[in-house]
């Protein structure tokens, strides 16, 4: 079996950075990665700030700041699971992309200790990776 160990390069359209805007509750996102962070607070005004945010690296950073819902831990993987899914859902370029990398493995590999949502130095959950290939599987069943 093939594995997609980066999602950089040809891949990079599987990062949470990818420029794919996605809409939650009224709100345009420019990446998943901003509308995942956003997702992390119930203040209307911390999402909205986050939506304008310039860049997904800034969201994230932002995102650290914000005041966190209380059951975040319970419900980031699911809204996690969401957005990878609006994300290929509304971009049919996206989607036929995902679709093209067929059977791989995907997995995100990283070298910034993330072993929750990717793999570091061989040690990870690798959840992203897992909720991109539910995602492809769901979307090839049509």
Not at 58 to 81: C, F, H, N, T, Y
């Amino acid at each position: 079996m093939t594995t997609i160990d980066r999602f950089t390069g040809d891949h990079d359209f599987l990062s949470n950075f990818h420029p794919s805007p996605v809409e939650v509750d009224g709100i345009l996102y420019p990446t998943v990665e901003h509308a995942f962070q956003a997702a992390k607070t119930s203040d209307p005004d911390e999402k909205q700030a986050l939506a304008e945010t310039a860049t997904p690296g800034s969201a994230k950073r932002l995102g650290r700041k914000v005041q966190l819902r209380p059951d975040w831990e319970e419900v980031k993987v699911g809204i996690m699971e969401e957005l990878v899914r609006l994300k290929f859902t509304t971009h049919a370029n996206l989607r036929e992309q995902l679709l093209a990398t067929g059977d791989a493995e995907l997995v995100e590999g990283n070298n910034w200790n993330d072993r929750f949502w990717g793999v570091c130095r061989g040690k990870g959950q690798n959840q992203l990776g897992l909720i991109l290939m539910k995602v492809r599987s769901e979307l090839s069943q049509g």
